[in-house]
């Protein structure tokens, strides 16, 4: 489950089917958070209220998108796949 606040206000609750009984692999675990990540930018985030977010690194355009990618949940630019930033991985960007 994940709630995103902005002080005070609540966007919403989003969350996954995963359960605390269920065994769960490295990879699963990454694709929880690649749903989940996704889950919270296409349902929560309320664009367009907000300026593109997270801007494309390379194009700067764009905002990236949340997808599993080579193993791994991570913000990926559509237009070139060389763009993959681990979610968690923009810090200050
Ligand atoms: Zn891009």
Redesign the pocket.
Known sequence: MCSVHDGPGSWGEVGTQFDHADVVSPDDAERLLADLTFNVADNLWPDELTDPWPL?T??GD?P?NPRFAAGKAAWV?L??PK?TIPVGGLGGQ
Request: charged share 20%; with cysteine.
């Open positions: 494309c390379l194009h764009h990236l630019c237009r070139d763009v």
